[in-house]
């Protein structure tokens, strides 16, 4: 059974800080990855989607990575941002079609 | 904008009520998804359809069922709802053919008294 975990639960930085959030899979069969954003109370927000052919995906000051073989994956959001804050998950699709999704990480971004 | 909307936003009931929860998307996308959202256990998947004839367990359909009424309308029914579905639900859409990424909807807050 595939099981994903995001380490640390709950992360704070100070504006302009680059943050590194972490994403580990169990089951290295996977078909794509993606990390979402949730703001409280709120739906999920799709922020960048990494097949299982590909290393990483980029988009403004987004960057994810994806090493299949360790099954990790890593978002780094540059100069981070009041408004960055939310929580941030990730999800694994594999056989079967469904989405498993991580616990997530909360960040706040300090002013 | 293509989108995933969801009626209603919030939903108060009793314990024994049927209640419908429903999904509409413009993203013309064939595949849609219910998942329930519960604080320490993250998100999990209900049930899902590839196409208007097509509809499949998730991993915690007890006490649910769905209707794919169309391609683009998806709806979650709780026959006899009970407290502990008391969870944020979120419907979820996605296009195979260019990717799979999954799109989701704004989500129902359900609270069962």
């Known amino acids: 059974k595939q099981e994903v975990t995001q380490i640390p639960a709950a992360l704070s930085v100070p504006e302009g800080e680059n943050l590194v959030l972490n994403c580990s899979f169990t089951?290295?069969?996977?078909?794509?990855l993606q990390w979402f954003r949730q703001d409280p109370g709120k739906g999920l927000t799709s922020l960048l989607l990494?097949?299982?052919?590909?290393r990483e995906q980029t988009s403004g000051r987004l960057n994810a990575s994806l090493d299949k073989s360790s099954g990790r994956s890593t978002l780094y959001i540059a100069a981070s941002q009041p408004g960055d804050s939310a929580t941030y998950l990730c999800a694994v699709r594999a056989a079967g079609n469904k989405l498993t999704f991580g616990g997530g990480t909360r960040v706040l971004v300090k002013p | 904008d293509a989108d995933v909307t969801q009626t209603p936003r919030n939903r108060i009931t009793k314990t024994g009520k049927r209640i419908m929860l429903e999904c509409s998307q413009t993203?013309?996308?064939?595949?849609m998804y219910w998942y329930r959202q519960d604080p320490g256990l993250g998100l999990r998947l209900i049930y899902y359809?590839?196409?208007?004839?097509?509809?499949n367990k998730g991993e915690i359909s007890d006490g649910y069922s769905v209707s794919r009424q169309a391609q683009a309308k998806f709806s979650l029914s709780l026959e006899s709802a009970i407290p502990n579905q008391t969870a944020l639900y979120f419907c979820?859409?996605?296009?195979?053919?260019?990717?799979?990424?999954?799109?989701f909807g704004p989500g129902t807050r359900l609270t069962v008294l």
């Open positions: 979820a859409t996605s296009d195979p053919t260019s990717g799979g990424e999954q799109f």
């Open positions: 359809s590839f196409d208007v004839k097509d509809i």
């Open positions: 993203k013309g996308h064939d595949r």
């Open positions: 990494i097949q299982s052919s590909q």
């Open positions: 089951d290295s069969a996977i078909y794509n």
